[in-house]
């Protein structure tokens, strides 16, 4: 960028010479797309490609835009038959899944920012827990995890903590009422990020129960996340994190 600048003000290059060289430092585009290539130089988190919507030859041209600039390509909502599709066209490259989630490309290397505690309430929250793992580890956070810690066992959401202990940040998913990240918010003073879950039934099945319950928590404090974002969620812990380490400098 700074080489651009330069050329601009030697007058090598005119105005808009300059204009179309800087946009290229920060995206990268198709001609169905546009990648935003320095997002996660700019804000520690890269960017999220939504699987949903896109075609397999969409979905295809972009990780490979991305692979080829050398980042790590992150793919969300993706059905296990669109994973199966791509395994096998990306076979040559680095991959691992969890849930809806995909990563393509070696995970990003370096000095973990921090730490995120990941906590569920029940056992079919794991699936939504381990997306969040699964981006965070694979941009260099360091993750401990504790699952099936809901209030249907009250002593259980203290035995959480203590196995998250040395965490910087919390990410809490819950389905069913939602009640877990109020309860862990009000006896930890560590950042709490609430992720309602599509674990339920009856009137407030589909995270509908367990999002409003999050919302009207009367802990204070409590972050909550739209139901099953656990990319938001992830965004979130590494945003808080990195603000944590610049302060220790």
């Known amino acids: 960028m700074r080489d651009i600048l330069d050329l601009y003000r030697k007058g090598l290059i005119d105005e ?110 794991i699936p939504y827990a381990k997306e969040c793992s699964l981006i965070l580890e694979s941009i260099g956070t360091t993750v401990v995890s504790c699952y099936d810690a809901g209030v249907a066992g009250i002593h259980r959401p203290y035995l959480s903590l203590r196995e998250v202990k040395d965490a910087d940040v919390l990410i809490v998913l819950a389905g069913m009422e939602g009640a877990l990240p109020t309860m862990i918010a009000s006896i930890t003073d560590k950042p709490v990020i609430a992720v309602p879950t599509p674990v339920g039934y009856g009137v407030g099945g589909c995270g509908v129960g367990a999002f409003i319950g999050m919302l009207q928590t009367c802990a204070p404090g409590v972050l909550v996340v739209n139901i099953g974002n656990t990319v938001g969620a992830a965004a979130g812990a590494v945003r808080i994190l990195r603000t944590l380490a610049k302060n220790r400098l």
């Open 16 to 125: 808009d010479e300059a204009q179309g060289r800087l946009w290229q430092c920060f995206y990268e585009r198709g001609e169905e797309f546009m990648i935003d290539i320095s997002r996660h130089e700019r804000l520690g988190f890269p960017e999220v490609i939504f699987a949903e919507g896109k075609s397999e030859d969409q979905l295809l041209q972009i990780v490979e835009r991305i692979l080829a600039k050398g980042e790590i390509a992150l793919l969300s909502h993706v059905s296990p038959e669109r994973q199966s599709v791509l395994k096998r066209a990306l076979s040559g490259n680095a991959m691992e899944s969890a849930g809806r989630l995909m990563v393509v490309g070696a995970k990003i290397a370096g000095k973990s920012p921090g730490t995120v505690g990941i906590i569920t309430a029940g056992t079919s929250d």
